[in-house]
């Protein structure tokens, strides 16, 4: 049984997730829902604990589909930064011109 559409966990990869003292290849598990990160896993763990008879890739994708994370909600950004950030959603509405 799956999770509800609007209830399931996405992802985003990148080899550049920045941290508060270093910057490392990870992917970030978070629900859309809440807004609110999950889970994070870090590649050099994922690596140290795979078998060495199973494939990286193969292994991470286990990794994903354990915590529940469909692949169509899982996005690379291969080297793109992925940082932590603000958004800021106010309005300049003396900008606003009415024609």
Do not use: W
């Not at 970030?28 to 795979?50: C, F, L, N, Q, W």
């Not at 915590?67 to 900008?95: A, F, K």
């Amino acid at each position: 049984m799956t999770a509800p559409h609007d209830q399931q966990l996405h992802a985003v990869t990148s080899n550049n997730v920045v941290f508060e003292t270093e910057v490392v290849a990870a992917t970030v598990v978070y629900s859309p829902a809440t807004g609110k990160i999950v889970s994070i896993i870090r590649k050099h763990e994922v690596m140290s604990a795979a078998d060495a008879t199973i494939d990286e890739t193969e292994f991470y994708e286990q990794a994903l589909r354990d915590l529940g994370v469909d692949p169509e909600n899982h996005r690379n950004l291969e080297d793109l930064v992925l940082m932590p950030g603000i958004v800021d959603s106010h309005v300049h509405l003396n900008e606003v011109s009415c024609l």
